[in-house]
């Protein structure tokens, strides 16, 4: 039995696609490290795979080896231009490195390929966005939306895009939506809703409704630093210093080390 089940081992360490499943098991887990290493392993029995390939490049991504990473990502495009998810993983990458026109050439060709591909609309959405092109990054939100109703990240990141436009109007309006759509969501996603909300009061003016909304966030998220910070900040500005002093304590004690709570302090 002993030599059966090593046999059996040693065939699994040659089998390519157990390896690779094995890989995805530890990433799922957050051991990029032992799933990169699983991944090459892989690649070593099956290199002309491009899903392994893009297995190893996603690890080293997760690992913030983000140049290791496009270097193998943009090898496995030129070697199979039509994977969406090869583009869609290399304009992620693009993205992180702060290669903002490339990362958008990417996600347009892996939409290209894949016009309903959601994540690859959403990644452009918040590419355009974070190069500041933000009538862009709003229409594929929008997009996003149409196509998918409940999809929350896109509605976040809309209002998240109207509020840096100044378009107060319609981000009151969208984050108003979002509350009741993130009603039943875990309470991590309430409260990025109603930081949105508290964003945009506070940008029109609203102060208190502002610090109500800041306050719904800092509650359904308490290990939220800066849920709490804005809480404090809002309540200084309307004049309850003694509150916001007692939050800024509070959360200083957690974090000791933070000269941004140091310097609110």
Not at 163 to 170: E, L, P, T, W, Y
Not at 197 to 203: G, P, R, S, V
Not at 228 to 238: G, I, Q, R
Request: proline share 4%.
């Amino acid at each position: 039995m002993l030599f059966r089940s090593l046999a059996k081992n040693a065939r699994a360490r040659r089998n390519a696609g157990l390896v690779a499943t094995q890989a995805q098991a530890l990433f799922q887990l957050g051991q990029f490290g032992e799933a990169e290493a699983a991944f090459r392993q892989a690649q070593r029995l099956d290199s002309a795979n491009p899903q392994i390939m893009i297995g190893v490049a996603t690890a080293l991504a997760m690992q913030t080896r983000f140049d290791e990473a496009r270097q193998l990502l943009e090898r496995v495009v030129a070697r199979f231009p039509q994977l969406p998810y090869a583009w869609y993983n290399l304009a992620n990458v693009l993205r992180d490195l702060a290669r903002h026109t490339p990362a958008i050439d990417a996600y347009r060709k892996a939409l290209a390929l894949a016009p309903d591909f959601l994540d690859a609309r959403n990644g452009l959405g918040r590419t355009l966005h974070a190069a500041m092109r933000f009538d862009e990054a709003a229409r594929e939100y929008e997009q996003c939306i149409r196509e998918a109703p409940d999809f929350i990240d896109a509605h976040l990141n809309l209002a998240s895009v109207l509020i840096d436009c100044g378009d107060n109007v319609r981000a009151d309006s969208v984050c108003r939506a979002l509350l009741a759509l993130v009603a039943d969501a875990p309470p991590a996603l309430q409260a990025q809703a109603h930081a949105l909300l508290a964003d945009t009061c506070n940008t029109a003016g609203r102060m208190a409704e502002s610090a109500r909304h800041y306050a719904e966030a800092a509650r359904l998220a308490p290990d939220n630093m800066d849920f709490a910070v804005s809480y404090a900040a809002k309540l200084c500005e309307t004049g309850e210093f003694a509150a916001a002093l007692d939050i800024i304590v509070r959360v200083k004690a957690a974090a000791p080390d933070s000269t941004k709570l140091h310097r609110f302090l």
